[in-house]
């Protein structure tokens, strides 16, 4: 995986081959989860149940309204799709630590 640095100094990471299969992996994963099969998930998408696959193994790119009915079906955010980060709290773990180490006087 390719990463370039702009103009700005963040890196940003190339889209690759790579990057689907990731993407594909992860709606897999959540399409377990939630036990449903391909058949049911392309009921969703308007494609067949060979498409879900082709997703999901990173043959075919995810188009951007199929990502925006999967974040609504999974309960989860486009970046967990997108990018594997998961929803955090508020709050650091090193803040949640801190808080649990008050309690601990009270």
């Given at each position: 995986?390719?990463?370039?640095?702009?103009?700005?100094?963040?890196?940003?990471?190339?889209?690759?081959?790579?990057?689907?299969?990731?993407?594909?992996?992860?709606?897999?994963?959540?399409?377990?989860?939630?036990?449903?099969?391909?058949?049911?998930?392309?009921?969703?998408?308007s494609v067949?149940?060979?498409?879900?696959?082709?997703?999901?193994?990173?043959?075919?790119?995810?188009?951007?309204?199929?990502?925006?009915i999967l974040?609504?079906?999974?309960?989860?955010?486009?970046?967990?799709?997108?990018?594997?980060?998961?929803?955090?709290?508020?709050?650091?773990?090193?803040q949640m630590?801190?808080?649990?180490?008050?309690?601990?006087?009270?």
């Open positions: 995986i390719e990463i370039m640095t702009n103009l700005v100094g963040l890196e940003i990471k190339e889209f690759d081959n790579r990057c689907n299969e990731e993407i594909g992996l992860r709606i897999q994963n959540k399409r377990i989860e939630r036990n449903m099969t391909g058949v049911e998930l392309g009921t969703y998408l067949n149940a060979n498409q879900v696959s082709r997703i999901e193994t990173g043959k075919v790119k995810c188009k951007l309204e199929y990502i925006f974040c609504q079906i999974f309960e989860c955010s486009a970046d967990y799709l997108l990018f594997g980060t998961e929803e955090r709290d508020y709050l650091s773990d090193k630590k801190c808080i649990m180490d008050i309690k601990k006087y009270f």
